[in-house]
C-alpha cells in the first residue's frame, strides 16, 4: 500500500469520541450537508441503534492529516439464503444521506486505490455497502474512488428522491405555477380548519424552536407515529444537537392553542432537509399536513431564502405536488475477494439479471395467453 496514507480501524465509541474535532474539521468541508456528516449527528445516531452491530470506521491519514471516513457498521444478511458479512454506512431510515467524507483537496485516483487496499484489510466482510446517496457531489465520489478501487463493484437504485431548487424563487409566483387542484385544495382546507376555531401557525428555528419541542411531542404522541418502536426521544435529541447550531427549524399548527400539527426540518447551509410530519390523527381529514406545508415552503422561500429543499427519501404522492426534481437514492456495492463476496458479486450481476429477464418472459407470455 501507498507510503502516502496511514490506515487507523475504530472499532469503538471511546476511539469515535476522540476525534471528534478532526472528524468536523474534515465534514465541514460540505457546507449543505455537514450537519448529517458531522460527529453529534454519527454520535446521537450511534447512542440510539448501534446495539449489536460491530462497529466498523476506517480512518485514512495523510501525516496527521485525517482525509477519509468511511463510515461503517458490520452486519450479517442474507443474499439467496447464504449467511453474508456485511460492512453498510452507518445510518437508517432516520438518516438523509450515507456517505463517505472525503477531504476534497486529495487526489481520487490515490486515495481511491489506498481506501480500498486498507479496506480488504479489515477483517470478517464479504460486501461492503456505501450509501443510499442521490445525484451530487458525495455520489460523484463514491463512483470516482470506486473507479480507482481494484475491486469489483456495482451500483443500483434503492428509492426516490424529490427536490425543489428554488434559488431566486419567491413563493407567490411558485405557488402559481402549482397545479390548480393542489391550489383549490389548499384554499378549502384552510376554509374548514377556520370553521373549527382559532388556528395559529408558528415557524420557529434554533434555540427557539428548542422550547417548543414539548409541542412537538405533544402531537407525535397523538398520531400515527406513536406505534414506531422508537417513540419521539430521538428526535428530540437531535433537536437539542440541532438547535446549537441554529439548524432546528419547527413548523406547528395550533388549534384554540393546542397543539395539533408538527413539521421537523433541518436547515443546513442553503438546503433544508424535510425530516418528520406528524398530526393529531383526529384531524386528519382537514389535511393538516397539506396545509403546514404550504406555510413552511412559504417560509423557507421568502424568509430563508433557501436553493434546495430536500424532501427526502420515498415516492409518495402529495411530494410530485411540490418538487420539481425526482431521482434516484443509489447504493454501491464492493465486493471483497473472500469466497462468499465472489459469490455474491456474481448473484448480483449474473443471477439477478438473468431471473428478472425470466420473470419478464413469463411475464409477456402471460400477456400472450
Known sequence: MSAEYSVVIIDNLSGFSRIQQEWDALASQ?????????????????NYFLKGSRLCIVTVYKGDRLVAIAPFLGKVERIKRIPVRK??????????????????????????????????????????????LYDGELYSQAMDLLHYSGC????????????????????????????KGVRQEIKRRNKKLGELGSIEIKIVKGHEAAAYMADYSDVYEKSWKQAEHLGPGFHVDLGEIAAR??????????LDGQPIAAQYRILCGDKCFFLKT??????????????????????????????????????????????????????????????????????????????KRFGKRLEEEGHEG
Open 30 to 46: 460540505y457546507h449543505d450537508e455537514y450537519f448529517f456528516l458531522s460527529h453529534g449527528w454519527y454520535g446521537l445516531w450511534l
Open 152 to 179: 469489483n463493484w456495482l451500483h443500483k437504485a434503492v428509492d426516490c428522491n424529490w427536490r425543489l431548487p428554488c434559488e431566486g424563487l419567491a413563493y407567490e409566483g411558485y405557488l402559481k405555477c402549482r397545479d
Open 87 to 132: 460492512l453498510e454506512s452507518i445510518g437508517n431510515a432516520y438518516s438523509p444521506l450515507r456517505s463517505l467524507i472525503i477531504d476534497r483537496s486529495e487526489s481520487k485516483q490515490r486515495l481511491g486505490e489506498f481506501l480500498f487496499q486498507a479496506l480488504r484489510k479489515v477483517p470478517g466482510w464479504d460486501i461492503a455497502q456505501i450509501g443510499p
Open 245 to 254: 447550531g441554529n439548524n432546528l427549524l419547527l413548523a406547528l399548527m395550533y
Open 278 to 355: 406528524a398530526y393529531d390523527s383526529r384531524y386528519k381529514r382537514y389535511s393538516v399536513g397539506l396545509v403546514l406545508l404550504n406555510h413552511v415552503l412559504q417560509y423557507l422561500m421568502d424568509s430563508e431564502q433557501v436553493k434546495m429543499v430536500d424532501f427526502g427519501p420515498g415516492n409518495e404522492t402529495y411530494k410530485s405536488d411540490w418538487a420539481e426534481i425526482k431521482g434516484n437514492y443509489t447504493n454501491f456495492y464492493l465486493f471483497n475477494k473472500t469466497i462468499k463476496g465472489v459469490l455474491a458479486h456474481f448473484a448480483y450481476t449474473k443471477v439477478n439479471p438473468i431471473v
